[in-house]
């Protein structure tokens, strides 16, 4: 099976900046797009940052100019710089990947447990 594991979540006061770690461990035989995404609480879900495997990238508009997403094929894992942070940043980050474990296995998505960034202002 696939695991994705995050670090670098933590407490920053607002203007600060944290970088965000996942990296992919177990059977992974290629992943394809990987991604952040924020839920604060009592909040749904959100898109937060994407990239392919070929170094394409996509934010939403309330992290432009902000955060910076990027990854590195050879250690399957993405990273999340985070500058000139928010309170309203504050939330649980989760990054996914579409990944195949097995060559001839179904593309599927999978999720890491999350990581906490709490922004004080």
């Known amino acids: 099976q696939l695991q994705l594991v995050e670090s670098g979540g933590g407490l920053v006061q607002a203007g600060g900046s944290l970088r965000l770690s996942c990296a992919a461990s177990g059977r992974v035989f290629s992943i394809n797009a990987m991604g952040w995404y924020r839920q604060a609480p009592g909040e749904t879900r959100e898109l937060v940052a994407t990239i392919t495997d070929g170094g394409a990238t996509s934010y939403a508009d309330s992290v432009k100019g902000r955060f910076t997403i990027s990854r590195d094929n050879a250690k399957n894992t993405v990273y999340l710089q985070m500058n000139s942070l928010k309170p309203e940043d504050t939330a649980v980050y989760y990054c996914?990947?579409?990944?195949?474990?097995?060559?001839?296995?179904?593309?599927?998505?999978?999720w890491g447990q999350g990581t906490q960034v709490t922004v004080s202002s």
């Open positions: 996914n990947a579409d990944a195949k474990t097995r060559s001839f296995s179904v593309r599927s998505t999978y």
